[in-house]
């Protein structure tokens, strides 16, 4: 079983930024999307960001839309979410999520992945 491993997170000002990483157990790990989920305190778990494999495409949450970047890095197979300027409304558990089947329409849907990293905390102090 594949194992999504997440670091990066902490705690912030408002303002800052924070690059969190995430790493699969196995490079060869064949998946079709890569993305990164989010869950504050009392809220349910919602998508941020998505990465493509086939052609790089991304996709972003309207609520982090210019000031999130995801990206990959393919030799060492671990996907970024570079965040700036960053919100108290930011403040939540960060995870990782990768998966094989998924279709487009369907990304921002996390009962579609089917590995799940830890997930790492940020805060956002104002």
């Known amino acids: 079983q594949v194992q999504l491993a997440e670091s990066g997170g902490g705690l912030v000002q408002a303002g800052d930024s924070l690059r969190l990483s995430c790493a699969a157990s196995?490079?060869?790990?064949?998946?079709?999307?890569m993305a990164w989920f989010r869950q504050a305190p009392g809220k349910e778990r919602e998508f941020v960001a998505a990465f493509r494999r086939s052609g790089g495409n991304t996709y972003y949450s309207d609520s982090v839309k210019g000031r999130f970047t995801i990206s990959r890095d393919s030799a060492e197979g671990t996907v970024y979410l570079q965040m700036n300027s960053l919100k108290p409304e930011d403040t939540a558990v960060y995870y990782c999520?990768?998966?094989?089947?998924?279709?487009?329409?369907?990304?921002?849907?996390?009962?579609?992945?089917?590995?799940w990293g830890q997930g790492t905390p940020v805060t956002v102090s104002s």
């Open positions: 999520a990768a998966g094989r089947g998924i279709i487009l329409s369907s990304i921002r849907m996390a009962k579609q992945y089917d590995h």
């Open positions: 196995d490079r060869t790990f064949n998946w079709r999307f």
